[in-house]
């Protein structure tokens, strides 16, 4: 009976680590282009008051970038594409069916063929309307903090950030493995 209980004990505390590792929160993948054209790949870590914690995919450091040297940050997402396309492909099978059920005359020879019908030319329509869909969603996102325009302010033209930096950086916070971080 002990070693039921030790066994017991042991497969908890095993299974427990494992549940917590595998629920750490990731980051979000970057890549930062800087004003002086270096590029910078890796994880958001945290974002401070006026600079970047990104862990580099390379080496794996802690590299800290200020804002200020940032000319555009690109957001790295998953593709939705093959999602799209599954879920088109379903869609222009099951919509063709319809179709082809629907507009099948009375009286035919073999009842139900316009259902088959329908489904096979709904399906590569259905396939490539997904996939242009799901791969519009999934594409990457761009902030352009370091890139300026000239603006009229209270009837003067100033240079104006072309995006808004505490927009960007709240974005940023959320996506961030750490993101309340002080």
């Known amino acids: 009976m002990k070693k039921f209980i030790v066994l017991f004990l042991v497969f908890s505390v095993i299974s427990l680590y ?6 750490e929160r990731r980051g979000a993948e970057l890549v930062i282009q800087k004003i002086d054209g270096q590029q910078l790949k ?19 450091v802690d590299v800290s970038v200020d804002v200020k040297d940032i000319r555009v940050i690109t957001i790295k ?10 879920l088109g492909l379903l869609a222009g ?5 319809v179709y082809g059920n629907a507009k ?11 259902k088959y019908y329908g489904a096979i030319v709904g399906a590569p329509l259905g396939l ?12 990457d996102e761009k902030l352009e903090i370091g890139l300026y325009e000239q603006k009229k302010v209270n009837g003067k033209s100033q240079l104006v950030r072309k995006y808004d930096l505490e927009e ?5 916070r959320s996506l961030a493995r750490v993101p309340n971080f002080q």
Not at 93 to 97: E, P, Q, T, V
């Open 18 to 23: 494992g549940n917590l590792y595998a629920n």
């Open 77 to 86: 997402k998953k593709s939705k594409a093959l999602l799209g396309a599954g």
């Open 93 to 97: 099978i099951g919509l063709g069916a």
């Open 42 to 60: 890796g994880e958001l870590i945290a974002v401070k008051k006026d600079s970047l914690l990104l862990k580099e995919s390379k080496s794996g």
């Open 168 to 172: 960007a950086l709240k974005k940023l």
């Open 128 to 139: 490539l309307l997904g996939l242009a869909i799901g791969g519009a969603i999934g594409g």
């Open 104 to 114: 099948e005359p009375e009286g035919t020879d073999s009842p139900g063929a316009y």
